[in-house]
T-cell receptor, first 113, second 114 residues
Framework: DTAVSQTPKYLVTQMGNDKSIKCEQN?????MYWYKQDSKKFLKIMFS???????INETVPNRFSPKSPDKAHLNLHINSLELGDSAVYFC????????????FGEGSRLTVL | DAKTTQPTSMDCAEGRAANLPCNHS???????VYWYRQIHSQGPQYIIH???NNETNEMASLIITEDRKSSTLILPHATLRDTAVYYC???????????????FGRGTSLIVHP
Protein backbone atom coordinates (compact mmCIF):
# COMPACT_ATOMS: atom_id res chain seq x y z
CA ASP A 1 0.00 0.00 0.00
CA THR A 2 1.26 3.47 -0.87
CA ALA A 3 1.76 5.49 2.32
CA VAL A 4 0.94 8.90 0.82
CA SER A 5 -1.00 8.86 -2.41
CA GLN A 6 -1.96 11.76 -4.65
CA THR A 7 -4.37 11.95 -7.55
CA PRO A 8 -4.17 12.81 -10.33
CA LYS A 9 -0.51 12.28 -11.18
CA TYR A 10 -0.78 14.52 -14.24
CA LEU A 11 -3.19 17.36 -14.89
CA VAL A 12 -3.30 19.54 -18.02
CA THR A 13 -5.82 22.35 -18.09
CA GLN A 14 -6.58 25.77 -19.50
CA MET A 15 -6.07 29.12 -17.79
CA GLY A 16 -9.06 30.20 -15.78
CA ASN A 17 -10.26 26.69 -14.94
CA ASP A 18 -10.74 25.32 -11.44
CA LYS A 19 -9.06 22.04 -10.48
CA SER A 20 -8.47 19.86 -7.43
CA ILE A 21 -5.68 17.54 -6.34
CA LYS A 22 -6.42 14.92 -3.71
CA CYS A 23 -4.09 13.45 -1.11
CA GLU A 24 -4.55 10.57 1.29
CA GLN A 25 -2.18 9.06 3.84
CA ASN A 26 -2.61 5.70 5.53
CA UNK A 27 0.12 6.17 8.12
CA UNK A 28 -2.13 7.42 10.92
CA UNK A 29 -0.25 10.75 10.97
CA UNK A 30 -1.73 13.87 12.48
CA UNK A 31 -0.09 16.41 10.17
CA MET A 32 -0.27 16.87 6.41
CA TYR A 33 1.38 19.36 4.06
CA TRP A 34 1.26 20.70 0.53
CA TYR A 35 4.49 21.74 -1.19
CA LYS A 36 4.96 23.34 -4.60
CA GLN A 37 8.04 22.60 -6.71
CA ASP A 38 8.46 24.93 -9.67
CA SER A 39 10.62 24.63 -12.75
CA LYS A 40 13.66 25.79 -10.78
CA LYS A 41 13.14 22.76 -8.51
CA PHE A 42 12.72 24.85 -5.36
CA LEU A 43 10.49 22.95 -2.90
CA LYS A 44 8.28 25.52 -1.20
CA ILE A 45 5.79 24.80 1.54
CA MET A 46 2.26 26.07 0.96
CA PHE A 47 0.03 24.73 3.71
CA SER A 48 0.00 22.43 6.69
CA UNK A 49 -2.88 20.93 8.62
CA UNK A 50 -2.75 19.24 11.99
CA UNK A 51 -5.79 17.18 12.91
CA UNK A 52 -7.87 18.99 10.31
CA UNK A 53 -6.81 22.44 11.50
CA UNK A 54 -4.74 24.84 9.40
CA UNK A 55 -1.38 25.56 11.06
CA ILE A 56 0.72 26.89 8.17
CA ASN A 57 -0.40 29.18 5.37
CA GLU A 58 2.64 30.54 3.57
CA THR A 59 1.52 33.61 1.63
CA VAL A 60 -0.26 31.57 -0.95
CA PRO A 61 -2.84 33.36 -3.15
CA ASN A 62 -6.36 32.82 -1.91
CA ARG A 63 -7.14 31.08 -5.20
CA PHE A 64 -5.58 28.07 -3.45
CA SER A 65 -7.85 26.53 -0.85
CA PRO A 66 -6.85 23.43 1.08
CA LYS A 67 -9.54 21.26 2.60
CA SER A 68 -9.08 18.53 5.17
CA PRO A 69 -12.24 16.44 5.62
CA ASP A 70 -10.41 14.20 8.12
CA LYS A 71 -6.84 13.84 9.28
CA ALA A 72 -6.05 11.25 6.61
CA HIS A 73 -6.96 13.55 3.72
CA LEU A 74 -5.76 16.95 2.57
CA ASN A 75 -7.07 18.14 -0.76
CA LEU A 76 -5.95 21.19 -2.70
CA HIS A 77 -8.43 23.16 -4.75
CA ILE A 78 -7.20 25.85 -7.13
CA ASN A 79 -9.53 28.45 -8.65
CA SER A 80 -8.93 30.53 -11.77
CA LEU A 81 -5.73 28.77 -12.74
CA GLU A 82 -2.85 30.91 -14.04
CA LEU A 83 0.20 30.00 -16.11
CA GLY A 84 2.42 30.47 -13.04
CA ASP A 85 0.56 27.73 -11.22
CA SER A 86 2.25 25.16 -13.46
CA ALA A 87 4.42 23.09 -11.14
CA VAL A 88 4.65 19.76 -9.38
CA TYR A 89 2.61 19.70 -6.18
CA PHE A 90 3.70 17.32 -3.43
CA CYS A 91 1.63 16.18 -0.51
CA UNK A 92 3.42 15.02 2.64
CA UNK A 93 2.59 13.86 6.15
CA UNK A 94 4.36 13.59 9.50
CA UNK A 95 3.39 12.13 12.82
CA UNK A 96 3.73 15.42 14.67
CA UNK A 97 3.33 19.06 13.61
CA UNK A 98 6.77 20.12 14.79
CA UNK A 99 8.87 17.03 14.27
CA UNK A 100 9.27 13.62 12.79
CA UNK A 101 10.04 12.36 9.34
CA UNK A 102 8.13 13.69 6.40
CA UNK A 103 6.63 11.14 4.05
CA PHE A 104 5.96 12.49 0.57
CA GLY A 105 3.63 11.44 -2.18
CA GLU A 106 4.84 10.99 -5.75
CA GLY A 107 3.67 14.40 -6.85
CA SER A 108 1.01 15.81 -9.14
CA ARG A 109 2.30 17.62 -12.21
CA LEU A 110 -0.01 20.49 -13.12
CA THR A 111 0.37 22.15 -16.52
CA VAL A 112 -1.68 25.26 -17.23
CA LEU A 113 -1.95 26.20 -20.92
CA ASP B 1 13.50 26.03 11.33
CA ALA B 2 17.20 26.87 11.13
CA LYS B 3 18.66 27.68 7.75
CA THR B 4 21.01 25.17 6.15
CA THR B 5 23.59 25.62 3.43
CA GLN B 6 24.82 22.93 1.09
CA PRO B 7 27.02 22.87 -2.01
CA THR B 8 25.00 23.19 -5.19
CA SER B 9 26.44 20.10 -6.83
CA MET B 10 28.89 17.25 -6.34
CA ASP B 11 29.93 14.21 -8.25
CA CYS B 12 31.21 10.83 -7.22
CA ALA B 13 32.49 7.70 -8.94
CA GLU B 14 30.35 4.60 -8.70
CA GLY B 15 31.46 2.36 -5.86
CA ARG B 16 33.19 5.15 -3.98
CA ALA B 17 31.90 6.90 -0.89
CA ALA B 18 29.88 10.07 -1.41
CA ASN B 19 30.29 12.61 1.38
CA LEU B 20 27.69 15.38 1.33
CA PRO B 21 28.26 18.30 3.72
CA CYS B 22 25.69 20.58 5.33
CA ASN B 23 26.15 23.66 7.46
CA HIS B 24 23.52 24.49 10.07
CA SER B 25 25.35 26.96 12.28
CA UNK B 26 22.18 28.39 13.85
CA UNK B 27 20.78 25.03 14.92
CA UNK B 28 19.25 25.08 18.39
CA UNK B 29 19.57 22.46 21.08
CA UNK B 30 16.24 20.77 20.42
CA UNK B 31 16.57 20.55 16.64
CA UNK B 32 17.40 17.38 14.76
CA VAL B 33 19.23 17.18 11.45
CA TYR B 34 17.24 15.35 8.76
CA TRP B 35 18.39 14.26 5.32
CA TYR B 36 16.14 13.58 2.35
CA ARG B 37 16.79 12.88 -1.27
CA GLN B 38 14.75 13.45 -4.40
CA ILE B 39 15.36 11.23 -7.38
CA HIS B 40 14.27 12.83 -10.63
CA SER B 41 10.48 13.16 -10.94
CA GLN B 42 9.82 11.40 -7.64
CA GLY B 43 8.76 12.67 -4.22
CA PRO B 44 11.49 13.40 -1.66
CA GLN B 45 12.46 10.35 0.38
CA TYR B 46 13.60 10.31 3.99
CA ILE B 47 17.14 8.99 4.49
CA ILE B 48 18.28 9.48 8.07
CA HIS B 49 18.21 11.88 10.99
CA UNK B 50 20.18 12.59 14.15
CA UNK B 51 20.52 14.90 17.13
CA UNK B 52 24.16 14.78 18.19
CA ASN B 53 25.42 11.22 17.92
CA ASN B 54 26.48 9.66 14.66
CA GLU B 55 23.80 7.53 13.10
CA THR B 56 23.82 4.70 10.56
CA ASN B 57 21.07 2.84 8.78
CA GLU B 58 20.81 0.67 5.70
CA MET B 59 20.92 3.69 3.40
CA ALA B 60 23.59 5.96 4.83
CA SER B 61 25.60 7.26 7.76
CA LEU B 62 25.24 10.67 9.36
CA ILE B 63 28.18 12.35 11.06
CA ILE B 64 27.35 15.41 13.18
CA THR B 65 30.16 17.61 14.50
CA GLU B 66 30.51 18.02 18.23
CA ASP B 67 29.31 21.64 18.12
CA ARG B 68 26.39 20.47 15.91
CA LYS B 69 26.98 23.29 13.45
CA SER B 70 27.57 20.98 10.53
CA SER B 71 26.98 17.44 9.42
CA THR B 72 27.98 15.04 6.64
CA LEU B 73 25.84 12.44 4.96
CA ILE B 74 27.88 9.46 3.80
CA LEU B 75 26.74 7.04 1.12
CA PRO B 76 29.42 4.38 1.61
CA HIS B 77 29.31 2.76 -1.83
CA ALA B 78 27.50 5.07 -4.22
CA THR B 79 25.62 3.55 -7.14
CA LEU B 80 24.18 5.16 -10.25
CA ARG B 81 20.77 4.99 -8.58
CA ASP B 82 22.00 7.35 -5.86
CA THR B 83 22.04 10.20 -8.40
CA ALA B 84 19.59 12.65 -6.87
CA VAL B 85 19.19 15.98 -5.09
CA TYR B 86 20.02 15.65 -1.40
CA TYR B 87 18.41 17.97 1.12
CA CYS B 88 19.55 18.68 4.64
CA UNK B 89 16.95 20.29 6.93
CA UNK B 90 16.72 20.92 10.65
CA UNK B 91 13.56 20.20 12.51
CA UNK B 92 12.46 20.52 16.11
CA UNK B 93 12.33 17.68 18.57
CA UNK B 94 9.12 15.72 18.26
CA UNK B 95 6.86 17.42 20.71
CA UNK B 96 8.66 20.49 21.94
CA UNK B 97 9.30 24.00 20.72
CA UNK B 98 10.42 25.15 17.34
CA UNK B 99 8.71 26.10 14.16
CA UNK B 100 6.00 24.17 12.44
CA UNK B 101 7.57 24.82 9.09
CA UNK B 102 9.81 22.14 7.52
CA UNK B 103 11.84 24.27 5.09
CA PHE B 104 13.87 22.80 2.26
CA GLY B 105 16.77 24.69 0.71
CA ARG B 106 18.21 24.11 -2.75
CA GLY B 107 19.96 20.91 -1.76
CA THR B 108 22.99 19.28 -3.37
CA SER B 109 22.68 17.68 -6.77
CA LEU B 110 24.78 14.52 -6.58
CA ILE B 111 25.78 12.86 -9.82
CA VAL B 112 27.24 9.37 -9.56
CA HIS B 113 29.19 8.48 -12.68
CA PRO B 114 30.43 5.09 -13.92
Amino acid sequence: DTAVSQTPKYLVTQMGNDKSIKCEQNLGHDTMYWYKQDSKKFLKIMFSYNNKELIINETVPNRFSPKSPDKAHLNLHINSLELGDSAVYFCASSQYPRGGELFFGEGSRLTVL
Amino acid sequence: DAKTTQPTSMDCAEGRAANLPCNHSTISGNEYVYWYRQIHSQGPQYIIHGLKNNETNEMASLIITEDRKSSTLILPHATLRDTAVYYCIVRAALLSGGSYIPTFGRGTSLIVHP
